[in-house]
């Protein structure tokens, strides 16, 4: 009863809280111009508001004039002073939080500063923004009747003050009260290192509970899912969780995935929700249920700016804000944010659906795409081709790495696939035909590289086992929530690495 009583009691701020979202869809300009305006002061006490001249800024023209737009490389130097003690480097006083960010196999890895301002101005507040959209689209939702489950990382100490780790495993960490009851498991199993191991516990604890909503990337939380399946021997994850409704889901694509929580939920009555969560931002929530494009959150403490996609290389590439932008044109995002990412690429691709008010999709990431024979190919392409491909087939995926095939001197260049599949696959030539074909389909630069196989040859596909890629990922010591195979490389680097390590495994 307390927490049917509870949930109305949400039920009633969330509405009210809707009033906040509603602005940023009519007043979007004036909104990241007060963000910004209200971050320049920030700025000017810091080591790298100094270097920069920021003592002279007094509008936006010369914000944009005065700080450069810098990737990681060039903020790490005041980051490291940062997580040995020195205060106002990039952001006023000391930041005792970071959330370590890999992302891929890379083996390099970044610390995101995680400034209180960031933590409860842009993640807490999309997360009630979040909710407040569901219960919008969905009036009848409960999720604080039941139990919400959340796959989050773990944490480590850098130092006696500095804690990094996962975002997700620093938002558990510091949830605030009044979410702690509504949240399984308990919250050191939770943050536990041994991502294996939590896997196996939070199956045993989470298949006893009444789970009404879920979050996570797709595909630990299959791993999750087959390991309840196993313990509880039901068929199905809707006899597990007979009153879940909601997933959010983000980090990678998840057009690759709906067919298996298909069938893990097969009555249709779960409601698929993307969010674009990192670990420099929360940056947008999918605010309608059936269509595509997440509305960008642009009163959460961040201001956007963008680049044109074909311009991320340039040396002077034109950098526009909200109000330039175009729908169905790749830009590269553009931050500053209040935990002290001046300018800066995160390295998402995002590509608007619509500007009134401002949608985006995330198509791809600055350095996960193929270009090398000027085909062009982004991760949105080879998802929706292969999403394609895997319905006509019924086949379902794990999950795919893509490489380029280089040209020779007597011999033609293509694209190399690896996909693990979530059962066998019989006719493989067939498969990579008409993958090779719905790619084409999707992208005319790749069609007209391929065409009668002039200079592309058809892609040529490897199935792996299942379970390589965990393996692969486990290998590199890099098995956990935040650690993804980068679905698309430029290079053979990663693909060489795959490559010796699947030979040595068979």
């Known amino acids: 009863m307390i927490y049917t009583f509870f949930n109305s009691l949400i039920k009633g701020y969330l509405k009210y809280r809707m009033g906040r979202i509603e602005a940023m869809s009519a007043s979007p300009l004036e909104l990241q111009n007060d963000i910004l305006k209200n971050l320049i002061p920030k700025l000017k006490q810091t080591q790298y508001g100094k270097d920069f001249g920021a003592e002279a800024i007094t509008n936006i023209k010369d914000f944009r004039k005065s700080i450069p737009v810098v990737q990681y490389e060039s903020l790490y130097p005041y980051i490291d002073k940062m997580m040995q003690g020195s205060p106002d480097q990039l952001y006023p006083g000391q930041v005792n939080w970071y959330a370590k960010s890999s992302g891929t196999t890379n083996d390099k890895s970044k610390y995101i500063p995680i400034t209180d301002d960031i933590l409860f101005e842009n993640h807490i507040a999309a997360s009630w923004d979040a909710m407040s959209m569901q219960y919008n689209n969905y009036p009848d939702s409960r999720n604080f009747e039941g139990k919400n489950l959340i796959m989050g990382g773990s944490l480590s100490q850098f130092s006696k003050q500095v804690t990094v780790g996962d975002v997700s495993a620093i938002l558990l960490k510091r949830m605030p009260l009044v979410g702690r009851p509504f949240y399984t498991p308990d919250f050191e199993t939770a943050l536990m290192s041994d991502w294996e191991a939590k896997i196996d516990k939070i199956a045993q604890i989470s298949s006893k509970e009444d789970v009404v909503m879920f979050a996570g990337v797709p595909t630990w939380t299959i791993v999750l899912f087959n390991k309840i399946l196993e313990i509880t021997g039901c068929k199905n994850m809707r006899e597990v969780w007979p009153e879940a409704k909601t997933y959010f889901h983000g980090g990678v694509s998840f057009e690759p995935y709906i067919s298996q929580f298909k069938s893990f939920f097969p009555d249709d009555d779960l409601e698929f ?234």
């Open 273 to 506: 929700r993307e969010i674009y969560n990192a670990s420099e931002g929360y940056f947008a929530v999918q605010d309608r249920s059936r269509d595509k494009g997440m509305l960008l959150l642009l009163d959460n403490a961040i201001f956007y700016e963008f680049i044109p996609a074909e311009q991320v290389n340039n040396s002077n590439p034109d950098i526009l804000t909200l109000e330039d932008v175009e729908v169905d044109k790749n830009y590269c995002m553009v931050i500053t944010t209040s935990s002290g990412l001046w300018r800066y690429i995160p390295g998402d691709i995002v590509k608007f659906v619509t500007v009134k008010p401002f949608r985006v999709m995330v198509s791809g990431r600055t350095r996960h795409y193929i270009n090398v024979f000027g085909e062009e190919v982004m991760v949105h392409n080879t998802d929706s081709a292969l999403m394609k491909t895997c319905a006509s087939f019924g086949a379902r995926i794990t999950d795919y790495m893509v490489a380029p095939i280089y040209m020779g001197e007597n011999s033609k260049g293509g694209h190399e696939w690896w996909i693990e599949f979530d059962g066998e696959l019989s006719k493989t030539e067939d498969f990579a035909r008409e993958l090779d074909d719905n790619l084409r389909s999707v992208n005319s630069d790749y069609d007209a590289k391929r065409y009668r196989d002039l200079a592309l040859l058809p892609l040529k596909l490897n199935v792996v086992r299942k379970g390589a890629f965990t393996d692969w990922l486990r290998q590199k010591g890099k098995i956990g929530g935040q650690s993804k195979i980068p679905r698309l490389i430029n290079n053979r680097e990663n693909a060489e690495l795959l490559i010796s390590f699947l030979n040595n495994k068979y």
